[in-house]
């Protein structure tokens, strides 16, 4: 798997994932060939807290994508259904929730692309051209212009202050 020059984003998938991200990204990689831009792995198993029903997050970026969902995991879904299968063996509750965005549309952003701006919540499995690391080096240094931080609900659940000190009028552009 790449990732080689990717600093500060080469995360690592928790042990017993491994098995099951390897033939994910080299399906990935044979079906979708040179549109193939980015893959990574965040949420709960890059973080290394995976629990054996936690779901595999999977963020793929790729030119020329059809549009729509079901066109989007037609086109991956050998690859999809053969690491579930992986996973399933040592991990009968766990599941694959896998995104797949264009170039453009990842550049739109979003609360999708937050948590990934901390090194320890994402891992990049492929990105020969640096463009995902960019990317969210470039959002990280806009989140902390902002002055964005990580918070706790009363419940627990994580959440992004992006601009603590907002003021009626003021405009957020990540």
Avoid: C
Wanted: proline residues 6%; glycine residues 12%.
């Amino acid at each position: 798997m790449e990732g080689s020059g990717l600093v500060g984003y080469v995360g690592s998938v928790q042990g017993e994932y491994r098995e099951v991200v390897g033939p994910l990204v080299s399906g990935v990689r044979h079906v979708l060939g040179e549109r193939l831009v980015a893959v990574a792995v965040y949420g709960s198993v890059a973080r290394g807290v995976a629990r054996p029903e936690s779901d595999v997050d999977v963020l793929i970026v790729a030119d020329e994508l059809p549009r729509g969902p079901r066109a989007r995991r037609q086109l991956v879904g050998a690859a999809v259904d053969e690491a579930e299968v992986i996973l399933h063996r040592g991990r009968p509750d766990g599941w694959l929730s896998v995104v797949l965005k264009t170039r453009e549309e990842v550049d739109q952003g979003g609360p999708l692309f937050y948590d990934m701006t901390l090194p320890d919540h994402v891992a990049i499995m492929h990105d020969p051209e640096r463009w995902l690391a960019s990317f969210l080096e470039r959002l990280r240094g806009k989140m902390a212009a902002l002055g964005a931080v990580r918070r706790r609900d009363s419940s627990g659940h994580p959440y992004w202050d992006l601009k603590p000190d907002w003021k009626p009028g003021d405009v957020i552009d990540l």
